[in-house]
Each structure stands twice: as structure tokens, then as C-alpha cells.
């Protein structure tokens, strides 16, 4: 796969989480969640149980979209 494949399909993903984040918010509320291919494939508490959950699949990381779901009401400062 090319990096712009990788690219594109993390534009993709991200685009999905976006229009889909009420929904995602609903089911997956204060969690970590790995996103590929426009689908959520993988959660955890803490990104880094996610991301060992992730290697233990013969899974790459890097290759995915992890993203934390904020719980309704909470601000999170960058």
C-alpha cells in the first residue's frame, strides 16, 4: 500500500468518525476506539490496552485510526 492509499483511507476514516459521532458517542462513550476502513474494529478503556489488543490481532497501530470518545459534557483543553 502506498502512502498515499494510507492517506487517503485515513481521510476516509476520519470524514466517517465525524459524520458518524453522535452514533459513536452513544455506544462507545468514554472508551478509545480503532478505526479502519470506515468501521469501528477494535475498543478499550485506555489507548493502551487498544493498541496491545491491536498488536495481540496481528494488527498494525500505525495503520489505524484511534480516536477518544469524550463523554457528553466534557471539555477537553489541548
Known amino acids: 500500500m502506498t502512502e ?8 476516509a476514516d476520519l470524514k466517517w468518525f465525524k459524520e458518524n459521532s453522535p452514533k459513536i458517542r452513544e455506544d462507545y462513550e468514554g472508551e478509545f476506539v480503532a478505526i479502519k476502513d470506515k468501521k469501528i474494529i477494535d475498543s478499550a478503556p485506555t489507548a493502551v490496552i487498544l493498541i496491545k489488543k491491536l498488536e495481540r490481532r496481528g494488527g498494525d497501530s500505525n495503520l489505524v485510526l ?12 489541548l
Do not use: M
Not at 498515499?4 to 481521510?11: A, D, H, R, V
Not at 484511534?66 to 483543553?77: L, Q, S, W
Open 4 to 11: 498515499l492509499q494510507l492517506l487517503s483511507g485515513s481521510i
Open 66 to 77: 484511534i480516536k477518544h470518545i469524550t463523554p457528553k459534557g466534557e471539555i477537553v483543553i
